[in-house]
């Protein structure tokens, strides 16, 4: 029996085990404010990594950063109420703009210095870039305009959760207009393989792309898509989404160009969004009971080296012999990145800094001690293969050479294994074989733990259709996750209302 | 006479002139939220250049990126108000979290949905960050504790301008912990020299480093230390302030830790701070009556090429020249860096396009036609060099073959060139040798327009005494900047009180 890091395992508790992995990981910690978490360096290092890699990929699109205002005029809800069903209402308003003494040793808003118009905390910025869209674009010369924002933004929430849910959360919002449809609905897409490839290649997660189904859209919008993951308890994640918005949003800011032929014509918008939830659905798809596993391109530190001091003679050698791994290694790249390695001189036991790092999951560990120094050595422990058979910690002692010539190819090789074990896992929790709506509630009953998802054929019923739908899948606590843009075809009948089929959807629990 | 592309030049009206590069560059726009600006595509990515500079510095310092709450609850404050005096009360507040209808089709924050305490938008983070450190500290282990926030935050200013004050701004906070005085003292200097370097080495701008004085501290704070800029109308900008908070913070917040010997003593903590407020002295820096000039170093693009396309046979190879002539550079390095080259083929004339570049700043501008493609040359412009003695645009046609053989250097040429030309108009508008107050007074009653500022020697008053010399200049409109760090030993008396001096300190009208 192999004894873990972490005090609770995923089948024991899998909620309790995602709150230890964020606590014995440093990622993040409760503020004491309302639904707010504080990142701490670890848990934010990772969000900066899914930044700098998504604003690359964002920039090659052709989109420009912008930044608008954190305040939104209540009014321009207002415009946005008459025309969106299902608008929002749970958002942070500011009424006033100054503190005075209560004259009891406390402070209340000033009740001199309340707004006349109160100010919501955007809760995404569709209305007030909407509104720079509007001045911003005239003639068909003007077109396309794409841009995004990086930004908090706020929506209260009854139930938080870190990362998952919480009141004030960092994302980017990309937002674009066009001259026609088409091109908006393949921009749409383009979003969305964007988030596909973000997810895929860089935080090795497989997920599945496709449309969301009508009650799920984005309220405004004409289609929405989104890529769903697999949590390791079989819950989805949806874990980015792509809206086209038509001329919803256009029509109602005005946001109109003159074409070639002279006529005014609104323009066609969309937007997409990713957010610091993608970081829950990293540690619920790469972590094990030992803690978190990150993925070599998201790794802060890449590779961790523990010198192994013991305050005496030999110190200053071990860590001459680090430094100059350290040394050999800032030369190479991978990822198309120069490698990021820490040597972790802190002043604490190297067994308690070894196991910080394993449940960080920096992918490659290194001890080094007198004894590695003198045999040329170093012992290496890959985090995504912490164990050996026989349920011992798998430390390697190999020649330093030998490592330093494959330290790349190692991380190379990290990035793919948790990609292939996490899209093995996925794979073989997807039924494809469910025909009667009987089995499916058969399938979900079965285990409280949730096995997975299942894709079934429907006749995408709307109206009263889909409500009912809806609200027999809720009895189950599922939801219709998305149809998944590459699926076989149907041939068979929907299985809720027994019409032919015309497409495949994702049904599951869901986060 | 040259044809300055601004409606406005410096000398007729600089607050005018000031707006108009921020329009005429594309930089920014009110956004019709209060005190609100959108940062577009041109300043927010010098502010991007900005962050991507301080980042690696202030990493290099051996700080780690974190992110706390937005909100901070009100009695946080009721905490500090009572150990700060000074405090600033005019802070936005959020007192509701849901929007109803008001039933005649308009909206109003829920009266049900009342927060049972109010949260307050950081205007800064000090109190939230220093309960994180009370719970991060334990031992003298755990220090020193040293962490970096990219922030936007909001202090509800009565009249604000673009990026100069603004209701919400972005940027960063270092705050940091220390078990002794001595390592804050060295390590909040160490910060002001971060800035000093930056705002020198990368945006050109040559500043003076020194500590303010008592009554311009930071509140709060045992030390505040800044950064000062002249601006091209003789005004002072405070660029960067960085903080020795001693006690003041650990003590409000119990942030102390057991010493080597057992015993528990608060820690030492510091504070320092740089905001987009930078960009405004960018412009006042460097701009002229063209528009922007941006520091190669900070420059988003840093070379753009402008093909004259006429929509006839030629367009194909002037095109190819053009992604010939950037393909090239795309491997060339400058500032550490690869370089930032643009081909800017928008449907517009090119010389809408040549002005657009121009007035942006953009520091090369290069056209390319069918003559240059069949000479083998480009068309250069030096947006530091614009017009040539006789006032005529100065583009110089040299072969492709020796601009690829140049490029970086010029880029190098022109960000000293920059720097050397505000440091040589700021060195000869600081007056050393004013010994007596009416002397000052006749000094800046002289030009209306601000002749720049004034070294002179004081005793370092304080209390009542001081409050008298901050009122004598209030009626001057004149503000004591700071100490500086380098200057001439004191040999005289003080300028407002006749007493020895004891130190040299920077009088300006300021920002």
Redesign the interface.
């Known amino acids: 029996m192999v004894k873990h890091a972490l005090p609770v395992t995923r089948e024991a508790d899998f909620a309790q085990w995602y709150q230890a992995v964020i606590a014995e990981a440093d990622m993040a ?1 409760e ?3 309302r639904g ?6 670890w848990g ?2 990772i ?2 990594r899914m930044q700098r890699l998504l604003d690359d990929r964002i920039k090659a699109l052709g989109y ?11 009014s321009y ?2 415009r946005e ?2 025309h969106v069903e299902g608008f929002a ?13 209560d004259g009891k ?6 009740p001199e210095a309340k707004l006349e118009e ?4 955007r809760p995404t910025s569709e209305t ?1 870039i909407g ?2 869209f509007s ?1 911003w674009i005239q003639s068909w ?1 003007d077109l396309p305009v794409q ?1 995004n924002q990086w ?2 933004v ?1 929506r ?1 929430e009854m139930r938080t959760r870190m990362f998952l849910r919480t ?2 959360f ?1 994302w980017q919002e990309g937002h674009a207009a066009y001259a026609t449809e088409e091109q908006a609905r393949t921009q749409t897409r383009r979003a969305l393989e964007l988030y596909r490839s973000f997810a895929e290649d860089c935080a090795a997660i497989p997920v599945i792309a496709g449309e969301k189904p009508e009650h799920e859209r984005f309220p405004g919008a004409v289609e929405t898509w989104s890529i769903e993951a697999m949590m390791q308890d079989g819950k989805a994640l949806q874990a980015g989404t792509s809206h086209f918005l038509g001329t919803t949003f256009s029509a109602a800011q005005n946001i109109r160009y003159q074409n070639e032929e002279g006529t005014f014509v609104p323009a066609q918008t969309i937007s997409w969004g990713m957010s610091t939830r993608m970081i829950g659905g990293l540690i619920m798809t790469h972590g094990d009971d030992d803690g978190l596993r990150v993925p070599p391109r998201l790794a802060p530190w890449q590779i961790v080296i523990v010198p192994m001091l013991r305050d005496n003679h030999e110190d200053a050698s071990i860590l001459h012999y680090c430094r100059d791994i350290q040394q050999a290694l800032l030369q190479e790249s991978v990822f198309g990145e120069p490698v990021r390695l820490l040597v972790d001189t802190r ?2 036991k190297s067994a308690t800094k070894r196991w910080g790092w394993l449940k960080k999951g920096a992918p490659l560990v290194l001890e080094v001690g007198g004894r590695d120094v003198a045999g040329g050595n170093v012992s290496m422990i890959r985090r995504d293969r912490l164990y050996r058979e026989d349920g011992k910690l798998d430390s390697a002692i190999i020649s330093r050479d030998d490592f330093l010539g494959q330290a790349t190819e190692l991380l190379e090789a990290i990035q793919q294994a948790l990609y292939d074990e996490a899209k093995a896992k996925r794979d073989a929790n997807i039924r494809r074989d469910v025909t009667e709506f009987a089995e499916l509630e058969k399938f979900f009953a079965e285990d409280a733990r949730y096995p997975g998802w299942v894709e079934v054929q429907w006749a995408r019923p709307t109206g009263a259709e889909l409500d009912q739908v809806v609200e027999r899948l809720k009895a189950l606590k599922l939801t219709a996750r998305n149809v998944p843009a590459v699926c076989d075809p149907v041939d068979g009948t929907c299985i809720f209302t027994g019409k032919p089929a015309v497409e495949r959807i994702l049904i599951a629990r869901a986060y």
């Open positions: 910690e503020s004491g404010v707010s978490m504080v990142m701490r360096p934010y290092g969000w900066e420009d950063n912008c930044y608008f205002p954190l305040f939104i005029p209540l809800f207002e109420a008459d209402k749970e958002m942070a308003v500011v009424t006033h703009h100054r503190l005075v003494s040793g406390g402070l209340i808003p000033d109160p100010l919501v905390v007030v509104a720079a001045r010369r841009i930004a908090n706020v209260w009141t004030e960092l002043p604490a």
